[in-house]
């Protein structure tokens, strides 16, 4: 066993790439097995392939030049949907899927813009989820003048993905106010702040548009306003500002980079530049400069197609399964997933093992209810003997060979609720198969190295307590779906909730049907001893009774309803009495599908990762989105379990402080600090929308879309941006419930027996009637969790304490002092500076003035000066403690 974790740990640490489902490592520089996958909506097209080829290239170059030689892109894989024609020079996926890939090739959803982004959950230097490309971005040539050249705009890309760094311009405040220079001015939100243009307001009247200079109201342009770039350049920085530019060829440093700037990577990075934080990657420090001009080779090609689903049922049926309701919930739980769950289309093989294993039945292409219903009389109901994990794996890799001839591609769903010490002898076997092994660990005792078989062939790891009903083991089987990316076949889980009924006594609730789902829509009622009586009524009265729900004999503990057709949008209320005088627990589970191809469902993904610097907290984070767009306002509830422990649940928050990085952008986020080093944690993520709170949002680091250029003097602008209306990113999404599941397993200890107060991430300033007004997040008395004790504000003038016993949005109206600006000296502060600008003429537009556009009327500058502490102690005084220095004017909004 010692042997085995040792083995194990070595791959992993060459391989960490597997736990956050990428395959890309880095070999000598080169950056090998990058994944970039077509989702299976996009119509067949060569030039696709053929012009993502191109920008891999051309973007292998430029990163080499932009790392100062020391990266470069080495070899690439092309998924391939299997929607488009088979070729016989494509070869078959192995542990390759779209859901998994680096860089995906998508419509958006609502059609209306191209612009590349990448999807970020986490903090400065945190890895990115993916890449998101449009098929117009790499087949239309008119683009090129809006983005750039593809390449470039990979590697701008790959930055946010790869390194964790963040956009250096700002469309919500694309100017500000600057005192760099000794003197107000109004700059560019950009890096650097040489990159030199001129602010223009664009007046459109259909297709007719006319450019205009930017009005001025004493302190920043008119909204609308937007810094139009000369297209001819010296300057070298920045990739993250605007790459489009000819001249620019590295990344913002630190004696290039603008501190001031009210951008993401200021505010995220801690006013560090962003190669500054690629220096400090594990990229940069396992690397050297190559001794090249350009990279030392080409990148090579690999294309890979989907093929369909083929999923074998790896089952454990030792003694030790008979115990604690074990092997019931696993016949309930395996029914769902056969039923309910599985893709139509899809081949599924049956095996299960104790001692040794055996063919319970061997790959069977789904085709009908009645197919499904024959796999299911395949599964176990008795247990006895042994355990052996590795007789299991290798029975259920001899049942898809016989069926494939081979195990590329496919999957393994492997459950286990006991040990074995002789895992280590399939090790080989399962990293040279080519397939993917979800794990999932059933109660306590399940083998520790289980997980390492998914994180060697990138499957899910999943952990369900015991209990007594099969809600938790369902909703394990619930996350194995298609890896496709078609997520109109997949199933989605609406509700799963198990509660303790006493006798004679009723419980009733709500599952609500959304106007995304209603395809394939099942009711699953399962009980503990007795069978209830269940009464269910769907939106418009239809009613539905215990005799409705079908019962299998050879299973006397759960009911199930399949809604014929599309289930009606609305709420749908269940009624259950427990008509046993004893007490029993009753589980509702309720699933479907989306309810049209072309409308994707609203869905919810679960995730969890903990932080590589002490105190080495968890993050959880909860994506909800309607495809690519992110869904915001939504209620979401994260409950971690673990055998043995009570549930905690937190409420997960977009309001961009705190764990979470961005606000608004349809990513959940708390910290969670009451975790064990080695415990196995199942977390289960329920998001709620109600309709009258939540709307559609846009995505964030986006590429930059170029307004226009000023060549010889004269600005040619680009078309407008395509935008949402407001009609359509408010759009009515109705009520909606989703549920997702993961577990985690934490490596690395806490680090301190008590975590400290949370920073404060998001003051913002501004002034109205002589008064200015301070907004932040309190922090919690631990981390972003419970209450804040004491905050404390300064002036360097004068001191003055505010106290506030609050944990919700502060404000603190400061009066401006009225002594006249040349009688005051600016002074630097510790988190914030915010300087107030009084009515001042329109600026001059000097075009060799290469720090911005001063400010020629005499300007009076009132400078209040305010210092946020956000170390706080819950039950005494608030202590100030200095960070860095570097500046963070305010801004207006």
């Not at 790869?162 to 250096?168: A, I, L, S």
């Not at 939100?189 to 297709?207: K, L, M, W």
């Not at 729900?549 to 009495?577: K, P, Q």
Request: hydrophobic share 35%.
């Amino acid at each position: 066993m010692v042997a085995f974790r040792s083995l194990f740990f070595l791959l992993v640490f060459q391989l960490p790439h597997v736990v956050r489902g990428s395959t890309v490592w880095l070999n000598q520089g080169g950056y090998e097995d990058l994944v970039i996958a077509i989702n299976p909506g996009v119509p067949e097209d060569a030039n696709i392939i053929e012009n993502t080829q191109a920008m891999v290239k051309d973007a292998s170059n430029y990163l080499f030049e932009a790392t100062k030689h020391r990266f470069y892109f080495k070899s690439v894989k092309i998924i391939i949907p299997k929607t488009w024609k088979k070729n016989t020079t494509y070869a078959r996926v192995k542990t390759e899927s779209y859901n998994k890939a680096d860089v995906i090739i998508a419509d958006p959803y609502l059609k209306y813009g191209d612009d590349p982004y990448t999807l970020q959950y986490g903090a400065c230097k945190e890895q990115g989820r993916y890449i998101h490309f449009t098929p117009n971005f790499l087949l239309e040539s008119s683009l090129l003048n809006v983005y750039g050249d593809r390449g470039r705009v990979f590697v701008h890309e790959w930055a946010h993905l790869r390194w964790g760094v963040f956009d250096e311009y700002n469309s919500d405040a694309p100017f500000y106010v600057s005192t760099n220079s000794g003197h107000a001015s109004v700059e560019a939100t950009r890096c650097s702040t040489h990159v030199t243009g001129v602010p223009v307001f664009q007046e459109c009247d259909g297709n007719n548009c006319n450019t205009r200079a930017c009005s001025y109201d004493g302190q920043l342009y008119e909204a609308g306003c937007t810094f139009v770039p000369d297209k001819q350049q010296n300057i070298a920085a920045s990739i993250m500002y605007m790459q489009s530019l000819s001249s620019v060829v590295e990344f913002c440093d630190k004696n290039t980079h603008n501190v001031e700037a009210p951008n993401l990577q200021n505010k995220i990075c801690n006013f560090k530049s962003t190669w500054e934080v690629i220096m400090e990657s594990d990229d940069f420090k396992n690397s050297s400069i190559l001794n090249s001009v350009t990279p030392p080779v080409e990148p090579t090609f690999s294309l890979l197609q989907t093929q369909d689903r083929a999923v074998c049922l790896v089952l454990d049926v030792s003694g030790s399964m008979g115990g604690s309701n074990r092997i019931n919930n696993l016949y309930q739980a395996a029914e769902v997933f056969l039923l309910q769950i599985i893709e139509i289309g899809s081949w599924v093989g049956i095996v299960t093992f104790q001692s040794s294993a055996a063919e319970k039945v061997s790959m069977t292409q789904i085709t009908s209810d009645a197919t499904r219903s024959s796999l299911v009389q395949y599964l176990p109901k008795t247990a006895s003997g042994g355990t052996n994990i590795c007789a299991g794996v290798r029975k259920g890799f001899e049942v898809i060979k016989n069926q494939f001839q081979t195990t590329y591609g496919t999957e393994i769903v492997l459950l286990t609720d006991g040990e074995d010490s002789s895992m280590s002898t399939c090790l080989e076997t399962v990293k040279q198969s080519g397939a993917i092994i979800h794990t999932i660990a059933l109660g306590p005792s399940a083998a520790k190295e289980l997980e390492e078989f998914s994180k060697l062939t990138g499957g899910l790891t999943l952990y369900a307590i015991d209990g007594v009903v099969p809600s938790k083991l369902i909703e394990s089987f619930s996350q194995i779906t298609s890896g496709s990316g078609d997520i109109a076949e997949q199933s989605i889980q609406l509700e799963s909730k198990d509660v303790t009924v006493t006798g004679n006594q009723w419980i009733n609730d709500t599952v609500t049907i959304d106007k995304t789902v209603g395809n394939d829509t099942f009711f699953v009622i399962a009980w503990s001893s007795s069978q209830p009586r269940i009464f269910l009524m769907d939106p418009k009265g239809k009613q539905y009774g215990t005799s409705d729900f079908t019962i299998d004999n050879s299973n006397t503990r759960a009911a199930r309803l399949g809604i014929s057709g599309t289930a009606e949008v609305g709420d749908w209320h269940y009624y259950i009495e427990n008509d046993s005088t004893q007490s029993q627990s009753i589980s509702v589970t309720v699933t479907s599908r989306a309810a049209a191809s072309d409308v994707p469902p609203v869905t919810v993904t679960a995730y969890m990762n903990q932080l590589n610097t002490a105190p080495n907290p968890v993050v959880i984070y909860a994506e909800v989105s309607q495809e690519f767009l992110p869904v915001l306002g939504a209620t979401v509830i994260a409950t971690i379990e673990k055998d043995g422990a009570a549930a905690q649940s937190l409420q997960l928050l977009d309001n961009g402080a705190g764990a979470d990085t961005i606000k608004n952008d349809g990513i959940y986020s708390r910290y969670f600090t009451s975790f064990q080093s080695g415990e196995r944690y199942s977390l289960k993520v329920n998001a709620r929308g109600k309709e009258t709170t939540v709307r559609l949002g846009r995505r964030q680091n986006r590429a930059l879309y170029i307004p226009g250029y000023r060549e010889n003097g004269k600005i040619q602008m680009n078309a407008p941006r395509p935008e949402f209306s407001d009609e359509e990113i408010q759009a009515q999404l109705g009520n909606f419930n989703r549920i997702a599941t993961t577990s985690f397993v934490p490596t690395i200890s806490p680090g301190t027996s008590s975590f400290p107060p949370g920073k404060i991430t998001d003051l913002q300033a501004y002034t109205e009637n002589n008064m200015i007004f301070l907004t932040w997040t309190a922090p919690g008395s631990v981390l972003d969790n419970g209450q804040g004790g004491q905050h404390k504000a300064k002036s360097t003038r004068k001191t003055r304490n505010i106290t506030k016993q609050i944990n919700k949005i502060i404000k603190i109206v400061m009066r401006s002092p009225e002594t006249p600006a040349r009688n005051i000296t600016p002074h630097l502060f510790e988190q914030q500076s915010c300087f107030t600008p009084p009515k001042a003429s329109v600026p001059s537009d000097d075009e060799d003035n290469k720090s911005g556009f001063k400010i020629t009327a005499i300007v009076a500058i009132v400078a209040v000066c305010v210092i946020i502490v956000c170390i706080i102690v819950s039950s005494t005084v608030c202590v100030l403690q200095k960070k860095n220095r570097r500046k963070d004017p305010a801004i207006r909004m």
